[in-house]
T-cell receptor
Framework: DAGITQSPRYKITETGRQVTLMCHQT?????MFWYRQDLGHGLRLIYYSAAADITDKGEVPDGYVVSRSKTENFPLTLESATRSQTSVYFCASSEFSGGNEQFFGPGTRLTVL | QKEVEQNSGPLSVPEGAIASLNCTYSDRGSQSFFWYRQYSGKSPELIMF????GDKEDGRFTAQLNKASQYVSLLIRDSQPSDSATYLCAVIPRTGTASKLTFGTGTRLQVTL
């Protein structure tokens, strides 16, 4: 399917487990982003990537790991999930930096028990 | 002080009226400004972006930017029930990289019949 997809859409896990959220885009956009959205905090940037093998931290990177071996994929891993990581996670992509539009995936709702 | 501030609402307007959504930002050197719409349970989608002082119109939507006062607003004319959503203001601050959006927490708009 064309566009940006995320999997799984819903995930329940337990504290201490490793979880990987997948993001895939078919546009060959250079930039990809991971956000989390929580009540009272809005969307906060976790990590972003300007190209394959280039990643950088956002506002709230602690407890998360990313990789980008291929342009179209940008997985987000929670190495040891905590309850505070319960959130809705959005992946986004954009063709260029700066003012270019970011396109968002449908989101993954993660619950950490 | 938050980098991007919005009134959480809800802002309730009758159908056919003008809805006015406001956003202030703290970084005076911010360059680019965006309005995203997010329906409940869905991902954000871009409505408008604005870079220069003044007004920018697109159909029923008008974005207004005043860099001296550090605010950006979104006007929705002839509001429809389908406009009921949360509107997110996003800014690219001077201190960040050109790719990194900072979001406000959003204003929930309710258009009543």
């Amino acid at each position: 399917d064309a566009g940006i997809t995320q999997s799984p859409r819903y995930k329940i896990t337990e504290t201490g487990r490793q979880v990987t959220l997948m993001c895939h885009q078919t546009w060959s956009h250079s930039y990809m982003f991971w956000y989390r959205q929580d009540l009272g905090h809005g969307l906060r940037l976790i990590y972003y990537s300007a190209a394959a093998d280039i990643t950088d931290k956002g506002e709230v990177p602690d407890g998360y790991v990313v990789s980008r071996s291929k342009t179209e994929n940008f997985p987000l891993t929670l190495e040891s999930a905590t309850r505070s990581q319960t959130s809705v996670y959005f992946c986004a992509s954009s063709e260029f930096s700066g003012g270019n539009e970011q396109f968002f995936g449908p989101g993954t709702r993660l619950t950490v028990l | 002080q938050k980098e991007v501030e919005q009134n959480s609402g809800p802002l309730s307007v009758p159908e056919g009226a003008i809805a006015s959504l406001n956003c202030t930002y703290s970084d005076r050197g911010s360059q680019s400004f965006f309005w995203y719409r997010q329906y409940s349970g869905k991902s954000p989608e871009l409505i408008m972006f604005i870079y220069s002082n003044g007004d920018k119109e697109d159909g029923r939507f008008t974005a207004q930017l005043n860099k001296a006062s550090q605010y950006v607003s979104l006007l929705i004319r002839d509001s429809q029930p389908s406009d009921s959503a949360t509107y997110l203001c996003a800014v690219i601050p001077r201190t960040g990289t050109a790719s990194k959006l900072t979001f406000g927490t959003g204003t929930r708009l309710q258009v009543t019949l």
